[in-house]
């Protein structure tokens, strides 16, 4: 079957033969992946290569670190306000859907302005940079690069990466990270929860210029510091030693495939065909986000009517498509194509679509 879950995701399928040996017997350690110490030198290698095979896909300059922290992205972006900004600083933040809403909640002691937001037209549009009020002296600019849930992302089309002048610009990315080249050079922080298109949940990523590390933020306990996590690479404590493993063994297999230009590729491909069965539907299917900042990654959509969303799902799951139902907040249908899904599976999903509009339509 092919699995649209927006998270957790589907993973490439060689990486999961792969950990299911691994978890019985792994390699010449004569233990199980998962029970292996992380100070010992198997482990201390897997960090090493993930790390070493993230910075080759993503052309992380020398000047970044990178942190794999245990938690989700949630937690990041608590720990971006305690690490960059001094209590009380200002902080600017864009909000174009449902996750930098929740961005909003982790700030507890900084003075938060929302420099723009497209939540009064149901977050379907990214305001224009122009639009942007941002302040002189904030801490740093929080943008969404893909909300995964409204089926929003800043693409080309919209325009180039907003320009935040001297102030760094913090960037999720849990939902687009590695679907194509990016310059990182551009933001002084991205962050992604690794369960699309890194690997399983559990762990996070961090890249983050090093020089802002030096910065004061708040008095924070150590485990929450990354200058210290940096210093200790991401092992104060007992990191998640088995979804560090198999986030190195997705990154591998992204490497393999051709990097985040073949990536690229594919994302184009197979969100294009998905755009076209529902503008070509006649009004069956429908997306209402502004097409020039369409998610290539996750692409909501609605059926005429809400009595056939129940139909729609179990015919899919008869035809071995499954985690189709939209999020709770959106309603309707979501598809997420990640990194892992090939385009037959989009293929796939096509036909169906048209085959569910001819019975019903
Ligand atoms: N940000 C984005 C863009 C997401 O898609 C998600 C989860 O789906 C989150 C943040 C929250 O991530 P987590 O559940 O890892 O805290």
Redesign the pocket.
């Known amino acids: 079957s092919y699995n649209f879950s ?2 957790p995701a589907a993973l490439p399928e060689a990486v999961l033969r792969q950990v299911q040996q691994d978890m019985l017997e792994w390699g010449e350690t004569g233990a199980s992946v998962v029970e292996i110490s992380h100070r010992g030198p198997e482990f201390l290698e897997v960090a090493r290569q993930a790390e070493a095979d993230l910075r080759t896909l993503l052309a992380i300059p020398d000047d970044y670190a990178v942190l794999f922290p245990a938690g ?4 990041q972006q608590a720990l971006i306000a305690l690490n960059f900004a001094s209590p009380g600083q200002r902080v600017d933040y864009v909000v174009t859907g449902h ?1 930098g809403r ?1 961005a909003l909640k982790q700030l507890a002691t900084v003075d938060v302005n929302i420099a723009a937001s497209s939540e009064d037209d149901g977050f379907r549009t990214i305001p224009a940079r122009a639009s942007w009020r941002l302040s002189k002296d904030a801490a740093y600019v929080h943008v ?1 690069s ?3 849930i409204h089926g929003v992302e800043f693409r080309p089309a919209w325009g180039p990466v907003p320009d935040t002048g001297d102030v760094p610009l913090f960037a ?1 990315f ?2 687009n990270i590695a679907s194509e080249p990016i310059d990182i050079s551009r933001y002084g922080l991205i962050y992604a ?1 690794a ?1 699309k298109n890194l690997g399983p ?1 559990g762990i996070a990523v961090v890249i983050v210029r090093r020089d802002l590390l030096e910065r004061a933020g708040h008095p924070r306990a150590d485990i929450f510091n990354y200058a210290s996590q940096l210093r200790a690479e991401s092992m104060l404590n007992t990191p998640p030693t088995w979804n560090w493993y198999v986030l190195g063994l997705t990154v591998r297999w992204m490497i393999e495939q051709g990097g985040t230009a073949e990536f690229d590729r594919r994302s184009a491909e197979k969100s294009a065909l998905l755009y076209e069965a529902i503008d070509g539907s006649g009004g069956f299917y429908r997306n209402d986000v502004d097409p020039a900042v369409r998610s290539r990654m996750n692409v909501p959509f609605f059926l005429p009517d809400p009595a056939l969303d129940a139909p729609f799902l179990d015919g899919a799951r008869e035809a071995g498509l499954i985690g189709l139902k939209g999020h709770r907040v959106l309603g309707g249908m979501r598809a997420s194509i990640y990194n892992a899904m090939p385009v037959e599976g989009v293929r796939a999903l096509v036909g169906y679509m048209r085959e569910f509009q001819a019975r019903h339509g």
């Open positions: 927006p998270g989700g992205a949630t937690t996750w929740t969404t893909n909300e995964t999720d849990s939902s929860g369960q949940v």
